[in-house]
């Protein structure tokens, strides 16, 4: 008689158990045993196949899942807002982890941890909002067009966000009939046309002016703005950012059962950030200004314990523990873009163009809508007045990924040297710090066959 195996070890185990109390679990089993095929048979919930997503429903599913990849891909993750933000002079490293202090020090390794684990998750958004694009075309032809619009803008907004954090040689690899397509290394000038290309795709499907529609319109038109910057095109970039009003956000959500703040998850809960303050010489001053555009407690005190934030120290029992109360719960939701954005960028068109005192004017008139913020004089020499502006894009668009890039832009468009604007010399944990002004393409990359994949072209500004 066939006994089942888990019967016998019942029997063994308990040997005060009659066979008889044992032969109704012994049926249940039984009953319950499947032939050897059947397990080949069963179903993976969370296999997705294309047949799955062949119709109109699915395709939405898809732009849906495409936008919660992005949602990783800011502030749902740890991506290259937060450490970009760690590289420049918004964050210091709060913990021991060895790849976080390369990046706080500016000696990134290409097998670094975190900037591969960011790099996979902005190639994700990516590629997961061209395949909700080819399925919307094909299975919803009456989408709205901010729907496919607003595929364009992840696509446009992590190609800029990229290029402003690497170094040249980015490879995108696509996804094409359900295979493997590899990039070949990418110079940063093509990346950006790459980009502006898909914001221009993206504002010409947009006709409508529903909430929607201009949600998305407004965002295409800060990343047209950023990417023109980058370009090097100021006067463009202003005419782009027209018309974005100062109330605009694009929002990141969050919740307490879902993807959780990563400012504060990471910052206020485990202490592995800290808010910067003048750090390695060229820092500004981010902690200590006391701007209620940055606003912070430290750690513990009585501010920081109304928001939860009770560790006296960072993560390496170092202090002092500054902590952002720009989002001060898991489930603060993350303006990944705002409509000062547009007036900043306007108003570094102005000081470009030489209109000194329109370009103060168009700050202070911003500064005007925040409370608590005194009108600024003219800094005197035009020097004098790119530190003032950057100053404020610093403070208004803190911890929004585009430090970097403008440290970046400092070097390439003003003349400045990496020793003037990045941090330099004794590093806050000992030695000093280090050259990169900018990321490497992670070592992972050279498993793309294509030839120079994984390497950067050239580690330029």
């Known amino acids: ?44 919930p969370d296999l997705i196949n294309p047949s799955d997503v062949a119709s109109a429903a699915g395709a939405d599913a898809v732009r849906l899942g495409a936008l919660a990849r992005f949602n990783s891909a800011t502030s749902g993750d740890e991506s290259l807002l937060q450490l970009g933000g760690l590289f420049s002079d918004e964050w210091n490293n709060g913990d021991s982890f060895i790849a976080r202090q390369e990046i706080d020090q500016r000696t990134i390794t290409r097998e670094n941890s975190f900037v591969t684990a960011a790099d996979r998750v902005w190639h994700r958004a990516r590629i997961s909002s061209q395949q909700a694009l080819q399925l919307l075309r094909q299975y919803a032809p ?59 795709s993206g504002l010409a499907l947009i006709t409508g002016t529903s909430t929607n529609d201009l949600r998305v319109r407004h965002a295409l038109q800060i990343v ?37 703040n990563t400012f504060w998850n990471l910052g206020n809960i485990a202490g592995r950030y800290s808010v910067s ?49 720009i989002w001060p719960a898991r489930e ?32 202070n008139a911003l500064r005007a809508t925040v409370p608590g913020l005194a009108p ?33 832009r400092l070097i390439r468009q003003y003349g400045r040297t990496a020793e003037t604007v990045f941090p330099t010399g004794t590093w806050h944990k000992g030695g000093n710090y280090g050259t990169d002004v900018n990321f490497p393409i992670p070592f992972v990359e050279t498993n793309n066959p294509s030839a120079g994949a994984g390497v950067c072209l050239d580690r330029n500004p």
């Open 142 to 200: 009456a989408a709205p067009g901010w729907q496919l619009a607003e595929m364009y803008m992840v696509q446009a907004y992590l190609e800029n966000l990229a290029a402003d954090h690497f170094c040249s040689g980015i490879s995108f690899s696509e996804i094409i009939d359900g295979a493997e397509v590899y990039g070949t290394p990418t110079p940063t000038a093509d990346v950006f046309a790459r980009a502006l290309a898909h914001a221009d």
């Open 376 to 408: 600024l004089t003219d800094a005197g020499t035009e020097a004098a007045r790119v530190d003032q502006l950057f100053r404020e894009r610093g403070f208004t668009l803190f911890a929004r990924g585009t430090r970097t890039g403008d440290l970046r």
């Open 224 to 260: 047209k703005g950023r990417v023109l910057l980058n370009q090097n095109n100021p006067a463009a970039a202003a005419a782009a950012v027209a018309g974005v009003p100062n109330s605009f956000q694009y929002q990141q959500f969050h919740a307490i059962n879902a993807t959780s």
């Open 277 to 325: 303050t003048g750090e390695g010489q060229n820092g500004l001053d981010f902690a200590t200004a006391n701007d209620p555009r940055v606003p912070i407690c430290q750690g513990n005190d009585a501010i920081c314990r109304t928001i939860g934030a009770v560790r006296p120290n960072r993560d390496d029992l170092s202090t002092p523990f500054y902590v952002q109360r």
């Open 332 to 363: 603060s939701s993350v303006a990944i873009m705002i409509g000062a954005e547009a007036r900043l960028i306007e108003a570094e068109a102005q000081l470009r163009g030489n209109q000194p005192a329109a370009a103060l004017a168009t700050l």
């Open 1 to 44: 008689m066939f006994v089942h195996p888990i019967v016998r070890a019942l029997r063994n185990r308990l040997p005060q158990l009659s066979a008889r109390a044992l032969a109704p679990l012994a049926v249940a089993f039984a009953l319950s045993a499947c032939s050897p095929t059947e397990v080949l048979e069963v179903t993976d």
